[in-house]
Nanobody
């Protein structure tokens, strides 16, 4: 059974940093592209960042470029999202997803972790 479990969310102030982790099990992790997505209240889920299985391809949404960094450790079956200079508009539930093809819709989703940034 495939499981993606996010952790690291919380309540922080604007300008603070957080690091999200997503631990994967039940799938050949190093064969999957991974991504972070977020959904704010009343809005559609959007891509935050994606990383190919060997990390040779990385994409960031324009709203987070220069502030967020996605990385992965295939030995630990874990993908990370380092979030710096957080803004109130970054408030959302953050999900990780695993995709067989880079930039395609995830085949598997985690349940999400809440990030709240106060002004």
């Amino acid at each position: 059974q495939v499981q993606l479990v996010e952790s690291g969310g919380g309540l922080v102030q604007a300008g603070d940093s957080l690091r999200l982790s997503c631990a994967a099990s039940g799938l050949p992790f190093s064969s999957y592209a991974m991504g972070w997505f977020r959904q704010a209240p009343g809005k559609e889920r959007e891509i935050v960042a994606t990383i190919s299985w060997r990390a040779e391809l990385i994409y960031y949404a324009g709203s987070v470029k220069g502030r967020f960094t996605i990385s992965r450790d295939n030995a630990k079956n874990t993908v990370y999202l380092q979030m710096n200079s957080l803004k109130p508009e970054d408030t959302a539930v953050y999900y990780c997803g695993a995709s067989l093809s880079y930039r395609s819709s995830p085949n598997y989703w985690g349940r999400g972790t809440q990030v709240t940034v106060s002004s």
